[in-house]
C-alpha cells in the first residue's frame, strides 16, 4: 500500500507513531501482525525513458526510451497521468518495490530538468535512476544494462548529467538502434521510424529489457543482469 511519507533508509522499525514530514510516497509491507510495529520501507526507483513529446517522434528512433516506460507501465499495472517536474508520471510499484516512471515532457535536449528535480523532490539517490535512451553505438535491438557511463553523443543524457552536477554514476538501460547508413544526417536517422523487421526487433528488445529492469530493481546489478548483457552482446551472432 502507499503510505504519505518517505524515508529513505532501507529497513526501519517503528517504535512509536512516526512524525510526519513533507508528504513523500513509499511502499510498506508488514513483517509482524503484533500492533503492526515493524515496517519494511524500500527505496523507490527512478525510471527514465528519453525521448520527445508529440505524436510527430511517436515510434522514431529517438524515442524507444519512451516506448520502454510504456511497456513497463502497462506490464506493472501504472497509470501514466500525472504532470510534475514538466514531465509525465506514473507512481507504482514492481512487487514491493516502490516506482516512479518518467517522460520527461521537455524534449530530448532539456530531459535534465524533468530528471533533477523529481530526484530531489521523492529524495531518490543516484544509484536508483534508471536512465533508458537510445544507443546507436549498439546495433538495433541490442540492450545493455550498466550500472554508470559517460554521455557519449547523446545530448539527452548529457543534460541528466549536467543537472546532476556531472555525476555519471546512475545505472542507464541502452537500446541499441544501429548507426546511420552511408552518408545519412544523424539527426534525420534518429527521428526516423524503424522498418519492419527493425520494427520487430525493437519490440522483442523492449520485452526483454523489461524483466531486467524488474531484476535491477529486486535484486540490483547481480550475475542475472551480467548474463542478460552477454546474451544480448551476442544475439544476433549465427553459430
Known amino acids: 500500500m502507499f503510505c504519505p511519507t518517505y524515508t ?20 510498506c509491507s508488514s513483517t509482524s501482525t503484533e500492533n503492526d510495529r515493524f515496517k519494511v520501507e524500500y527505496t523507490p526507483w527512478l525510471i527514465v525513458g528519453l525521448g520527445n513529446p508529440g505524436n510527430k517522434y511517436h515510434g522514431t528512433r529517438h524515442n524507444v526510451g519512451f516506448e520502454m516506460i510504456d511497456v513497463l507501465a502497462r506490464k506493472e499495472g501504472v497509470l501514466m497521468n500525472t504532470i510534475q517536474s514538466k514531465a509525465l508520471i506514473g507512481i507504482g510499484a514492481i512487487e514491493d518495490v516502490p516506482i516512479l516512471l518518467v517522460k520527461p515532457q521537455t524534449y530530448m535536449n532539456f530531459s535534465g530538468e524533468s530528471v533533477a528535480s523529481l530526484a530531489s523532490h521523492y529524495r531518490v539517490p543516484l544509484r536508483h535512476i534508471l536512465m533508458i535512451y537510445d544507443e546507436m553505438a549498439l546495433p538495433n535491438g541490442v540492450l545493455r544494462l550498466q550500472p554508470k557511463g559517460g554521455q557519449g553523443y547523446h545530448n539527452g543524457v548529457k543534460s541528466v548529467m549536467g543537472h546532476l552536477d556531472g555525476r555519471r554514476n546512475f545505472p542507464r538501460l541502452s537500446i541499441g538502434i544501429g548507426k546511420p547508413p552511408g552518408n545519412m544526417d544523424m539527426k534525420a536517422f534518429l527521428l526516423q521510424k524503424f522498418s519492419p523487421l527493425e520494427r520487430k526487433q525493437i519490440d522483442e528488445a523492449l520485452k526483454q529489457g523489461s524483466e531486467a529492469v524488474k531484476t535491477l530493481v529486486l535484486n540490483g546489478f547481480n550475475q542475472g543482469i551480467s548474463r542478460f548483457n552477454l546474451v544480448q552482446k551476442y544475439k544476433f551472432h549465427k553459430v
Open 8 to 27: 529513505p533508509t532501507i529497513y526501519h522499525f517503528h517504535t512509536q507513531k512516526p512524525v510526519f514530514r513533507k508528504p513523500r510516497f513509499r511502499v
